[in-house]
C-alpha cells in the first residue's frame, strides 16, 4: 500500500493480497482522521459481505471467491469510544456482470484498490443503540 496525503484528501493504493479494512485502519491511525468519508474501486478474489436481519438484531455473511471488479465502495471512518471506527459498504460485479453487495466484513485485493479518503475537520463518535443492535452516530 502506498498514499499520499493533499491537505484533506487522501489518494491511496491499496495492492494486491492487501485487505482493505486493515490498511484503511493503517492510513487512518498513521494520518490521525478522525472523521472521513471513503470512496474506491478497483478488483477483489475473496471477500465477505453481510445484510443485517433488525428482526434478530445479526448479521448475515457471504463469502464469495473468484475474479470481481470493485464497482463501488463507501462508507465512513470516524469513531467509537474515541477508537478507530469504520462502516463500509461495496458492490462488487463478475465476469457476467452479475454483482453482489453489502456490509464489507473483509476484502482481498486481487489487483489494486484506488481509494479516495475525504477527510472532515471534526469528530463523530458512535453508540450502541440497543434496540437495534447496531452502532450510530452519536452527535
Do not use: P, W
Request: net charge negative; hydrophobic share 40%.
Amino acid at each position: 500500500m502506498e498514499y499520499r496525503r493533499f491537505e484533506n484528501v487522501i489518494v491511496a493504493r491499496i495492492d494486491r493480497g492487501e485487505e482493505i479494512h486493515q490498511q484503511l485502519k493503517n492510513i487512518c491511525l498513521k494520518e490521525n482522521v478522525k472523521l472521513a468519508n471513503v470512496n474506491a474501486l478497483g478488483a477483489t478474489n475473496d471477500f465477505t459481505v453481510g445484510v443485517y436481519k433488525v428482526a434478530e438484531k445479526k448479521y448475515v455473511s457471504n463469502d464469495f471467491k473468484g475474479d470481481y471488479e470493485i464497482t463501488a465502495l463507501t462508507g465512513s471512518v470516524n469513531t467509537m469510544n474515541g477508537e478507530y471506527y469504520a462502516h463500509l459498504h461495496i458492490t462488487c460485479g463478475d465476469e457476467r456482470s452479475n454483482t453482489v453487495g453489502g456490509h464489507l466484513n473483509r476484502a482481498i485485493v486481487s489487483v489494486t484498490c484506488e481509494m479516495f479518503i475525504y477527510i472532515i475537520d471534526g469528530m463523530v463518535d458512535r453508540k450502541l443503540d440497543e434496540s437495534i443492535g447496531i452502532n450510530l452516530f452519536a452527535f
